[in-house]
């Protein structure tokens, strides 16, 4: 029997980074926990897995090693798959567009999805995301330029910011 989902996990420098990818190898959940069971209520109801087998290795890890080791755009083109209403699956697509290396605010970031009024919607939209580190919620900070909040833990944020910092393309 296929399974349903695979899942596996990857030492990072800020702890271990579980994916759980669909049959198709889309993401459907990841974080910095070795539990999946962490992982799994975040995905939608609608894609939640009835079943999620270990994997020994799982492709979507090489992007993340590559990431891990300094091509900080190595995660761009990985698949995701999340599911909500409207304004929260495009603000996912438009964070996947803010760049390493020059995080936005929550107030730019809701002008970028179209709504600059709809701060909280935004902050909402990087609170309810599944995909940590693909889609890069890490890059939105509050007005004042603080972390604000993240699910995996505001160290995690800064070392996902500084790794990004250090290695981000200079823009021309």
């Known amino acids: ?5 695979r899942t596996a996990t990857l030492d990072t420098p800020p702890g271990p980074f579980t994916v759980v990818v669909d049959r198709d190898g889309a993401v ?3 974080g910095w926990t070795a ?6 209520p975040v995905v939608h109801r ?7 087998q270990p994997a020994g290795h799982l492709p979507v890890l090489d992007a993340v090693a590559a990431f891990v080791a300094g091509d900080v755009a190595a995660i761009d083109g990985v698949p995701v798959r999340q599911r909500s209403g409207p304004f929260l699956e495009d603000a996912w697509q438009v964070l996947r567009t803010v760049p390493a290396g020059t995080p936005d605010s929550y107030a730019a970031f809701a002008a970028r999805c179209g709504r600059p009024a709809a701060v909280r919607a935004a902050a909402n939209a990087c609170a309810r995301n599944a995909a940590a580190l693909f889609v890069p919620c890490h890059r939105v900070l ?3 330029g ?3 909040g993240f699910r995996w833990g505001t160290p995690v944020k800064r070392w996902l910011l500084d790794h990004e910092a250090a290695h981000a393309p200079v823009p021309a």
């Open 1 to 5: 029997m296929i399974p349903s989902a």
């Open 28 to 30: 459907l959940a990841s």
């Open 35 to 40: 539990d999946v069971g962490e992982l799994l």
């Open 46 to 52: 609608s894609l939640r897995p009835p079943s999620v």
């Open 142 to 144: 509050g007005s004042d």
């Open 146 to 148: 603080g972390l604000g």
